[in-house]
């Protein structure tokens, strides 16, 4: 099964800024591997709010790349 790793650095006109990652419309072949604040590596569970500048890494199927990007343009 080929997957994608996916980079972004969360932007103020993203889709997920200020969300709870639980809030996020995240296509279900999708997840979350964790975000970089500040240069420190932090697990993103539910409660956590993905912030302006945040490095947000995510893991997902082929088919759930442009849904994805399009979260975090």
């Known amino acids: 099964m080929d ?3 996916l980079e972004f650095i969360v932007k ?3 889709k997920v800024a200020n969300l709870k990652v639980k ?5 279900r072949t999708a997840i979350i591997g964790g975000v970089i604040k500040e ?3 932090i697990i ?3 409660d956590y709010i ?3 500048d ?3 890494v995510v893991c997902c199927l082929p088919e ?3 849904k994805v990007e399009s979260l975090f343009s």
């Open 39 to 41: 240069g420190k590596g």
């Open 54 to 56: 945040d490095r947000v």
């Open 12 to 14: 103020n006109t993203s």
């Open 44 to 46: 993103a569970l539910g």
């Open 3 to 5: 997957v994608e790793i």
């Open 50 to 52: 993905i912030l302006p």
């Open 64 to 66: 759930a790349v442009e």
């Open 23 to 27: 809030d996020i419309d995240f296509p």
